[in-house]
């Protein structure tokens, strides 16, 4: 088994046993000699946009509050301590997103996105825990992390964001750039920026099972097919007639029963809730395209990838892409997971692509879902 200095020298099946989901990691030098990808201008310039994710938090005498982006200024250095907060920053940055795909041991429907924060010194969000597991990569400066595998996770009501009523520290760390400390869900911490300081989040989601059972019920919806009307050549005089007719509810319930789930509905629901881009991504196609022959020219000399917005997925004859799927023979298959995995093409790869393949790229070319190499 690989062992990756990513997690200090285990493997990824040693760190998934042992650590993932269960308990913390620190992991000094996981990325050595690691710098920025983004300036702190960079960054601030992203949450100045509207279809970035960022939010302020700042300290005013001790009290949290927290304002949500697009941030158009950020705070001078004396009103005290303040932090900004970049979501989906491998959305927008290839480095980014080469980072966050280093975390690829876990499958793509688990791996959410790069989040950088920027704090001021004794900056911070306060005592907290998160529902999903991460991994905080120190960038710049240093941090201090407080951690505690308390069960008591009471937080404090009227506040903007979510602190802790009772954090008792039970270990703490200072994080230099290139060290690493990875947090299952629920663990609690608070981290405070010692001089500027930029933390990097790689996070991972887990959607709810109720969010999942919602949703799957409508998509459901569309998909169900249930032939014929509802019939009583039998009726009889009804005595109350506000009254359900007992046979009319078991004639019903026969019927909606014979709605059924199979393992096929569930995986082509999962693919196309699960490569669902978030609200706030757009696509933008090639402001002047070029034309289908010379797009497949092109892409079988120097290859295609995904855009970095693009999410693609795949399950036995199912190929999912940005919430989008298609039942595909053999032969596509085995280019569209190619695709899917390493998230590019070579030339090679299509020169025998069939025409559904080439259709299917170019659509997605012009859509922005896919680009040239
Ligand atoms: C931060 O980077 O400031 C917050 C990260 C976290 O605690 O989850
Ligand atoms: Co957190």
Not at 177 to 190: E, F, I, R
Not at 255 to 262: A, D, G, P, S, Y
Request: charged share 25%; aromatic share 10%; hydrophobic share 45%.
């Amino acid at each position: 088994m690989k062992k990756l200095p990513l997690l200090g020298n285990i493997s990824a099946a040693e760190f998934l046993r042992d650590y993932w989901h269960k308990k913390p990691l620190l992991i000094r030098q996981a990325i050595p000699g690691f710098t920025p990808l983004l300036t702190l201008e960079q960054l601030s310039a992203m949450a100045r946009q509207n279809h970035v994710e960022s939010r302020l938090v700042t300290q005013v005498d001790g009290e949290f509050d927290m304002q949500l982006g697009p941030l158009e200024q950020l705070p001078g250095r004396d009103n005290g301590p303040w932090t900004m907060l970049v979501q989906g920053v491998n959305l927008e940055d290839a480095r980014a997103d080469a980072l966050l795909r280093q975390f690829r041991f876990v499958s793509d429907t688990r791996l959410d996105d790069l989040m950088i924060s920027f704090a001021t010194d004794g900056g911070g969000v306060g005592p907290h825990f998160d529902s999903y597991d991460v991994f905080l990569l120190q960038a710049h400066g240093q941090r201090r992390w407080r951690i505690s595998a308390q069960k008591d996770l009471a937080i404090i009501e009227g506040l903007p964001l979510k602190i802790l009523s009772n954090f008792v520290a039970e270990d703490e760390f200072v994080l230099e750039p290139g060290d690493m400390l990875y947090l299952p869900p629920q663990y609690a911490h608070d981290g405070v920026a010692i001089g500027d300081c930029m933390t990097y989040s790689i996070g991972f989601r887990s959607p709810t099972y109720q969010e999942l059972g919602e949703a799957f019920l409508q998509f459901m919806a569309d998909s169900i097919d249930l032939p014929g009307r509802y019939a009583d050549a039998d009726l009889t005089p009804a005595k109350n007639p506000a009254e359900i007719p007992k046979a009319m509810l078991a004639s019903l319930t026969a019927e909606l029963n014979k709605v059924r789930f199979t393992e096929e509905d569930i995986t082509i629901f999962m693919g196309e809730h699960l490569s669902e881009p978030k609200h706030n991504v757009f696509f933008t196609g090639p402001a002047k395209p070029l034309t289908m022959g010379r797009f497949l020219m092109m892409a079988s000399k120097r290859g295609v990838k995904l855009s970095l917005k693009s999410l693609m997925l795949y399950r036995g004859e199912h190929v999912f892409i940005n919430g989008e799927s298609f039942a595909v023979g053999k032969q596509d298959k085995a280019v569209l997971d190619v695709l899917a995995n390493q998230r590019a093409l070579d030339g090679a790869a299509l020169v025998d692509a069939s025409d559904d393949v080439n259709d299917a790229l170019y659509t997605w070319y012009q859509d922005g879902w896919l680009e040239l190499i």
